[in-house]
């Protein structure tokens, strides 16, 4: 166990790690001639930013870093309108409804009905508990990108499934059905564009820089999505229950305890939040239909539930973290800013000519990006800085090399979702903290972090070929 004075002084001195660079960058201008002196302020403004997201010093929360880059960019000369442009995307006005969808799925019950309904369809065994457990990720992703929500609303159910099987808290099974569960509220989602938040934040980026303004709808995220996440969570499940064989059997009893706690009648607010939420998902699918964009049918559905009562006026300042509205609203920005400072036509510069020994074979390209990344996401665990810092320069890479910026999207989420320790998974930490002594053996994490390398690793190659 790591003394909490000890990881507050290496945060610290992580910190300092940003900090040092930025401040010999300011002073001393070592990127001149081919970058200004604004640019060579907002590289020294990125960096404490990013160091402030990821190494979190004072325990400060992220919309503090959003601000510090804010208050940055403006005192280096750049427009409001651009250090602001992340509030006023698109994403961000789709991402805030959305999370409020969260909120009711959790305020009502109904996603914890969902959640038990789905279960108790199946037969009392691991594989069925698991395929449970994918149907149940895939309909919550349906309804919610939030992330946070269906960790909140499973991860319950999943304690609730070991300790009614009487299983040990250290053995396989628990650590089974605990990380299967984590891990359906993670994956599937990102198959589609608003499964998951990475999809709204990726878009937001692509929005931001104008060769790519219009690229990401929801039929372009799927074709460089959904085969990946469903591949990937199909060979996680699979092999996740070889790699954690459980040593007992479920009891059926555990089955019939279940179907008496979900058979309670739906409520008003349920019913109401089941049609709003249903109406919503299909306005998605069919978006190229009615051409109706999806931040409004988003902010239709929350007028809908506040006007119906489901929403209460203080679930505005409750209902969902601000904290993390400014945080994404600030990374959403990050591309307009570099751009402005002339900080990405120089990254250019520097990425583009560094990529070209593995530019020549797409497959290449892939395997060692996917592989660069994945480590990259031991350092940066926010993983959003990365994106924010690389997406701006995927245009420049397509010119040089022909490389299509949606090959990024699959690498970025696959790596951002990654989990070999908890401390790189945000979601991976909040669910510990909320199945306590419930809660996966770090060493069973790691093995099923593994697995989900692998599993990832065989998607990237089957969709090359395929």
Same mark, same amino acid.
């Given at each position: 166990?790591?003394?909490?004075?000890h990881l507050?002084?290496?945060k610290?001195?992580?910190?300092?790690?940003?900090?040092?660079?930025?401040?010999?960058?300011?002073?001393?201008?070592?990127?001149?001639?081919?970058?200004s002196s604004q640019?060579h302020? *907002? /590289?020294?403004?990125?960096?404490?930013?990013?160091? =402030?997201?990821?190494?979190?010093? &004072?325990?400060?929360?992220?919309?503090?870093? @959003? &601000?510090?880059?804010?208050?940055? $960019?403006l005192?280096?000369? !750049? %427009?409001?309108?651009?250090?602001?442009? +992340?509030?006023?995307?698109p994403?961000?006005w789709?991402?805030?409804?959305? &999370?409020f969808?969260g909120?009711?799925?959790?305020?009502t019950?109904?996603g %914890?009905?969902?959640a038990?309904?789905?279960?108790?369809?199946?037969?009392?065994?691991?594989?069925?508990?698991?395929?449970?457990?994918?149907?149940?990720?895939?309909?919550?992703?349906?309804?919610?990108?939030?992330?946070?929500?269906?960790i909140?609303?499973?991860?319950p159910?999943a /304690?609730q499934?070991?300790?009614?099987?009487?299983?040990?808290?250290?053995?396989? @099974?628990?650590?089974?059905?605990?990380?299967?569960?984590?891990?359906?509220a993670?994956?599937? +989602?990102?198959?589609?564009?608003?499964?998951?938040?990475?999809?709204?934040?990726?878009?937001?980026?692509?929005g931001? /820089?104008?060769?790519m303004?219009?690229? &990401?709808?929801?039929?372009?995220?799927?074709?460089?999505?959904?085969?990946?996440?469903?591949?990937? $969570?199909?060979?996680?499940v699979?092999? @996740?229950c070889?790699?954690?064989?459980?040593?007992?059997?479920?009891?059926?009893?555990?089955?019939?305890?279940?179907?008496?706690?979900?058979?309670t009648?739906l409520?008003r607010?349920?019913?109401?939040s089941?049609?709003? =939420?249903?109406?919503?998902?299909?306005?998605?699918?069919?978006?190229? !239909?009615?051409?109706?964009?999806?931040?409004?049918?988003?902010?239709?559905? /929350?007028?809908?539930?506040?006007?119906?009562?489901?929403? %209460?006026?203080?679930?505005?300042?409750? +209902?969902?973290?601000?904290?993390?509205?400014?945080?994404? $609203?600030?990374?959403?920005?990050?591309?307009?800013?570099?751009?402005?400072?002339?900080?990405?036509?120089?990254?250019?510069?520097?990425i583009?000519?560094?990529?070209?020994p593995?530019a020549?074979?797409?497959?290449?390209?892939i395997?060692?990006?996917?592989?660069?990344?994945?480590?990259?996401?031991?350092?940066?665990?926010?993983?959003?800085?990365?994106?924010?810092?690389?997406i701006?320069?995927l245009?420049?890479?397509?010119?040089?090399?022909?490389?299509?910026?949606?090959?990024?999207?699959?690498?970025?989420?696959?790596?951002g979702?990654?989990?070999?320790?908890?401390?790189?998974?945000?979601w991976?930490? *909040?669910?510990?903290?909320?199945?306590?002594?419930?809660s996966?053996?770090?060493?069973?994490?790691?093995i099923?972090?593994?697995?989900?390398?692998?599993?990832?690793l065989?998607?990237?190659?089957?969709?090359?070929?395929?």
């Amino acid at each position: 166990m790591i003394n909490p004075k000890h990881l507050s002084n290496l945060k610290h001195a992580g910190f300092a790690i940003f900090v040092l660079p930025a401040l010999w960058i300011i002073f001393a201008s070592p990127f001149a001639p081919g970058l200004s002196s604004q640019g060579h302020m *907002m /590289v020294s403004g990125m960096l404490i930013t990013i160091g =402030l997201w990821v190494m979190r010093p &004072l325990n400060l929360p992220l919309s503090i870093g @959003g &601000l510090f880059l804010a208050c940055f $960019s403006l005192l280096a000369g !750049l %427009k409001p309108a651009t250090v602001f442009s +992340g509030f006023t995307q698109p994403a961000i006005w789709t991402l805030i409804p959305a &999370l409020f969808f969260g909120t009711v799925l959790h305020k009502t019950g109904l996603g %914890k009905r969902i959640a038990l309904r789905v279960i108790c369809l199946f037969r009392p065994s691991y594989p069925s508990l698991i395929a449970a457990w994918a149907v149940i990720g895939v309909v919550l992703s349906a309804f919610t990108p939030s992330i946070t929500v269906r960790i909140a609303i499973m991860t319950p159910v999943a /304690v609730q499934c070991c300790e009614l099987c009487e299983l040990k808290k250290n053995s396989k @099974g628990n650590s089974l059905i605990m990380l299967t569960a984590f891990a359906m509220a993670l994956l599937p +989602g990102g198959g589609w564009l608003t499964g998951s938040l990475w999809g709204p934040i990726i878009q937001g980026m692509f929005g931001a /820089v104008p060769e790519m303004a219009n690229l &990401l709808q929801f039929h372009t995220w799927s074709s460089a999505m959904l085969a990946p996440m469903v591949l990937t $969570s199909l060979l996680l499940v699979v092999a @996740g229950c070889f790699a954690l064989r459980p040593e007992d059997k479920l009891s059926a009893v555990v089955f019939e305890s279940l179907r008496a706690k979900e058979k309670t009648r739906l409520s008003r607010d349920e019913k109401s939040s089941a049609v709003i =939420l249903l109406l919503v998902f299909a306005f998605f699918i069919t978006g190229r !239909l009615h051409s109706l964009p999806d931040a409004a049918v988003c902010l239709a559905a /929350v007028v809908a539930f506040f006007a119906l009562g489901v929403l %209460k006026p203080d679930d505005i300042s409750t +209902g969902i973290s601000w904290d993390t509205v400014v945080y994404i $609203s600030m990374s959403l920005g990050l591309g307009a800013i570099l751009t402005e400072a002339g900080v990405s036509n120089w990254l250019s510069g520097v990425i583009v000519p560094a990529l070209r020994p593995i530019a020549g074979s797409e497959a290449l390209f892939i395997l060692v990006m996917f592989l660069i990344l994945h480590l990259w996401h031991f350092i940066d665990i926010a993983f959003i800085p990365t994106m924010a810092v690389l997406i701006p320069v995927l245009p420049a890479i397509n010119a040089a090399y022909g490389i299509d910026p949606l090959i990024w999207i699959p690498l970025f989420v696959m790596a951002g979702n990654s989990f070999f320790m908890a401390y790189q998974n945000m979601w991976a930490v *909040m669910a510990t903290k909320i199945a306590g002594t419930r809660s996966w053996q770090p060493k069973h994490l790691a093995i099923y972090g593994a697995v989900y390398f692998v599993a990832c690793l065989i998607a990237a190659v089957a969709c090359l070929i395929i």
